[in-house]
C-alpha cells in the first residue's frame, strides 16, 4: 500500500514540478524513479526530508533573481533541472533509500540518508543564497584570494552560514522524525556531515573540477562544450569528467562519509 502511493506521489509531484519548469523532462523522469524508491520504501519520513530539499531549492533558486542577474555561471541553466542534477543530488540518497529495504530495523540508511540530503541541501543554499553577500567571495583554498561572485570554489560568510542552516534544517527533521534515539546527536552528526560536504563540494571547484574559458566572454565557466553564449568553451583545469553532477554526487558522499566516521568512531 505504502509502495503505490509513494509511486503516485512521486509522479504527481515530478509532473508538477515538469509543470513549474522546476524540473526539465529527463529530470522528472529522474525524481520520479528517486522518488518512487525514497517514498516508497522509507515512507512518509523520508518523503519530508527528500520535499524539504526539493521544495527549499526550488523555492531559492527562483528568489533573489536581481541578485543573480549577470552571474550567468551557476544559475544559466536556469531553474529547470535535468536527470544528471536530480542523480548528482539525490542519487546515493536513494541508494540509502533502497538499503533500508535490506536493513528495516538498523539506523544507519536513515542517518547516511539525512547526511546526503544535508549536504547537498547545504550546498544549494550556500550557492543560492551566497549571492546576498555585500562583498565578492575568496577562494576556499586560499581566502586571501578575492573572485567574482558564481565562481566554483567562492566561499563567502553569508554563503557559509546558509550553509549551515540549510545543512541545520536537515539535522533537525532527522534528528525529530526518529524520537526514540538520542536526537541531539543525531541532529550534531547530520548537520555537521552535511556542512562538511558542502565544504568539500566547495574544495572541488576550487581544484579538481572540469573548468573552462570562454573565449567570447573572457570568463571561465563550468559549462562545456558550448558557453550560455553559444560560443564553445575551451579546457583550462581540472578532470574533464569531474562535471559539476559528479561533484555534486560528492558531496553528498563526503556527508554519507561524515556518518561512516561517527558511527565507526562509536559517538
Ligand atoms: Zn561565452
Redesign the pocket.
Given at each position: 500500500m505504502q509502495l503505490l502511493f509513494g509511486f503516485l506521489l512521486a509522479i504527481l509531484i515530478a509532473y508538477l514540478a515538469y509543470r513549474a519548469h522546476s524540473l526539465n523532462k529527463s529530470g522528472a523522469l529522474a525524481a520520479s524513479f528517486t522518488g518512487m524508491i525514497i517514498f516508497g520504501v522509507g515512507g512518509w519520513q523520508w518523503a519530508i526530508l527528500l520535499l524539504t530539499f526539493f521544495i527549499t531549492s526550488s523555492v531559492l533558486s527562483r528568489s533573489f533573481k536581481k541578485r543573480k542577474q549577470g552571474l550567468d555561471e551557476k544559475f544559466s541553466k536556469g531553474h529547470e533541472r535535468d536527470a544528471g542534477q536530480v542523480f548528482g543530488n539525490g542519487g546515493l540518497a536513494t541508494a540509502f533509500a533502497a538499503l533500508h529495504f535490506f536493513f528495516p530495523n538498523e539506523l544507519w540508511p536513515w542517518l547516511g540518508f539525512a547526511a546526503t540530503l544535508a549536504a547537498v541541501n547545504a550546498d544549494t543554499w550556500a550557492t543560492e543564497l551566497g549571492v546576498l553577500n555585500p562583498h565578492p567571495p575568496r577562494m576556499i583554498t586560499d581566502l586571501r584570494k578575492v573572485v567574482e561572485k558564481g565562481t566554483s570554489g567562492g566561499i563567502s560568510l553569508i554563503g557559509t552560514l546558509a550553509s549551515l542552516a540549510g545543512s541545520a534544517l536537515i539535522g533537525i527533521l532527522a534528528a525529530s522524525l526518529h524520537p526514540t534515539t538520542d536526537s541531539f546527536s543525531i541532529f550534531i552528526i547530520i548537520t555537521m556531515s552535511g556542512l562538511a560536504g558542502a565544504l568539500f563540494d566547495s574544495f572541488l571547484g576550487a581544484t579538481v573540477q572540469a573548468m573552462y574559458y570562454?573565449?567570447?566572454?573572457k570568463?571561465e565557466?563550468e559549462k562545456h562544450p558550448l558557453?550560455?553564449?553559444?560560443?564553445p568553451?575551451v579546457h583550462i583545469r581540472g578532470w574533464t569528467w569531474l562535471d559539476n553532477d559528479w561533484v555534486n554526487f560528492a558531496c553528498s558522499a563526503c556527508g554519507a562519509f561524515g556518518v561512516v566516521v561517527v558511527l565507526i568512531f562509536g559517538l
Open positions: 570562454c573565449p567570447t566572454d570568463k565557466t558557453h550560455t553564449c553559444g560560443t568553451t
